[in-house]
């Protein structure tokens, strides 16, 4: 998560356009301090039951966990990009993620009058 906020700008476009919710089996407060100490500028979800996760087919019952999947939702609704296990370590996962966010909430173009 930590990177997610390290490259907020590049990867969310400054969250324009795009809504960024991390969800964790991890108790509300636990997450609300988190964010609060880390300074995250994303919204965070408590999944205490694993519900959610369970839906999308991104938790691990026999640990409790969520895994680490990314879901990139369309303004329709519609899943535009999954990875089931997010390869934090590989730029790759990074030059993807923001591609795919790019195409459906692309950066605001420069000023052609300046």
């Not at 390290?6 to 988190?34: E, M």
Request: hydrophobic share 40%; aromatic share 10%; no cysteine.
């Amino acid at each position: 998560m930590e990177a997610y906020r390290d490259q907020y700008a590049t990867l969310f476009n400054n969250g324009r356009n795009v809504a960024v919710i991390g969800i964790s089996v991890d108790a509300d407060t636990t997450l609300a301090s988190w964010a609060r100490d880390e300074d995250f500028p994303i919204v965070f979800a408590s999944d205490a039951g694993g519900k959610v996760g369970q839906l999308y087919a991104a938790y691990d019952a026999k640990s409790k966990l969520d895994t680490r999947s990314l879901f990139v939702v369309r303004p329709d609704g519609r899943i535009a990009y999954v990875t089931k296990q997010f390869k934090v370590m590989v730029p790759s996962a990074y030059t993807d993620l923001a591609a795919v966010v790019d195409s459906l909430a692309p950066p605001p173009k420069p000023d052609s009058a300046k």
